[in-house]
């Protein structure tokens, strides 16, 4: 059993940044990886981000590398995403999600999910 509770999405004008957090609850630690996911409107969810849990090392998509930062505190048992040089483009929910597979890339990998985020970037 494990919640994930999500903050910091908002609107903002493209050029400017946001810090997603993502607070992980029951008994997770170390035992996770996380990984972000966005989903804009009328199209799927895709991957944004992910990061392992026991062992330090970090996954991106090709359209966020340079921008975004994926990081983590275990001792706060929280997971952030750095977003800088926003765009009008990366406007999305935005969720955060944590899992025991090894891959990282597909949702489907996921088993616990955030309540999203959303994020708006103005043009």
């Known amino acids: 059993q494990v919640q994930l509770v999500e903050s910091g999405g908002g609107l903002v004008q493209a050029g400017d940044s946001l810090r997603l957090s993502c607070a992980a609850s029951?008994?997770?630690?170390?035992?996770?990886?996380a990984g972000w996911f966005r989903q804009a409107p009328g199209k799927e969810r895709e991957f944004v981000a992910a990061?392992?849990?026991?062992?330090?090392?970090?996954y991106y998509a090709d359209f966020v590398k340079g921008r975004f930062t994926i990081s983590r505190d275990n001792a706060k048992n929280t997971v952030y995403l750095q977003m800088n040089s926003l765009k009008p483009e990366d406007t999305a929910v935005y969720y955060c999600?944590?899992?025991?597979?090894?891959?990282?890339?597909?949702?489907?990998?996921?088993?616990?999910w955030g309540q999203g985020t959303q994020v708006t970037v103005s043009s």
């Open positions: 999600a944590a899992t025991r597979s090894s891959y990282l890339y597909a949702q489907l990998s996921y088993d616990y």
């Open positions: 029951g008994r997770t630690f170390s035992t996770y990886a």
């Open positions: 990061i392992s849990w026991s062992v330090i090392d970090t």
